[in-house]
């Protein structure tokens, strides 16, 4: 069955740091995968995808993910946070057959000043 | 645009009780989703509408039932509210499948006594 692991529950990182937050999928076939971000007391708001081709993908608000088949992982990055950064991301997989997308279970980042 | 609207925004339940969350999209979308979201557990999918007067179940239906007779709206209805449902739910929508980008609503945070 297909899944999407999130191993980071909360992340912690300095303004100006960069950021990678880590995601592995599970899935049989060539994955459709998404990056979600909630910032406080919102709904989520689409990052960015990965359906084919170049495997750097770029995304709004100056992130990216890269797609690695080898590794099962499309972790997201980010060169240098800023204190708006601070939201719940979720990395998410389609599942094709039946018309849905199944998200991780999120990773709260924190930004210190 | 107001995008996806929620209505309530918060609500609180004696367990036993009915009540019926509505979500309205102003886009013209043809699929609308209902998620809840708890801590730890990410977005899980209770139902959702491939367009009007169609739905389909999520991974997570049971004590849940949905209506889509409008386009535009997409109501979710608990028939007899228990604790286990507290919960934040968010409604989303697409122009087109799981592929497409979710456009997610507020919330409505729901809790049952």
């Known amino acids: 069955a297909q899944s999407v692991t999130q191993p980071d529950i909360h992340i912690t990182v300095s303004e100006g740091a960069s950021l990678e937050l880590r995601c592995n999928y599970s899935?049989?076939?060539?994955?459709?995968l998404f990056w979600y971000v909630q910032s406080p007391g919102q709904g989520l708001q689409l990052l960015l995808k990965?359906?084919?081709?170049?495997?750097l993908v770029q995304g709004i608000k100056g992130f990216e993910a890269e797609f690695k088949r080898s590794q099962s992982s499309f972790n997201l990055r980010k060169p240098s946070v800023h204190w708006s950064d601070a939201a719940e991301y979720f990395c998410a997989v389609a599942r094709p057959r039946d018309d849905k997308i199944i998200f991780g279970k999120g990773t709260r980042l924190h930004i210190l000043p | 645009n107001a995008g996806v609207t929620q209505t309530p925004k918060f609500r609180v339940l004696k367990t036993g009780q009915s009540m019926t969350l509505l979500c309205a999209q102003d886009m013209n979308h043809e699929y609308m989703y209902w998620y809840r979201q708890d801590p730890g557990m990410g977005l899980r999918l209770i139902h959702y509408?491939?367009?009007?007067?169609?739905?389909a179940k999520g991974e997570v239906p049971d004590g849940y039932n949905v209506s889509r007779l409008k386009k535009q709206n997409f109501l979710l209805g608990l028939e007899s509210a228990a604790p286990s449902q507290t919960s934040v739910y968010f409604c989303a929508s697409s122009y087109g499948g799981y592929l497409l980008e979710q456009y997610f609503g507020p919330g409505t945070r729901l809790t049952v006594t």
């Open positions: 990965y359906f084919s081709g170049d495997t």
């Open positions: 899935y049989g076939a060539t994955p459709y």
């Open positions: 509408s491939v367009g009007e007067g169609t739905t």
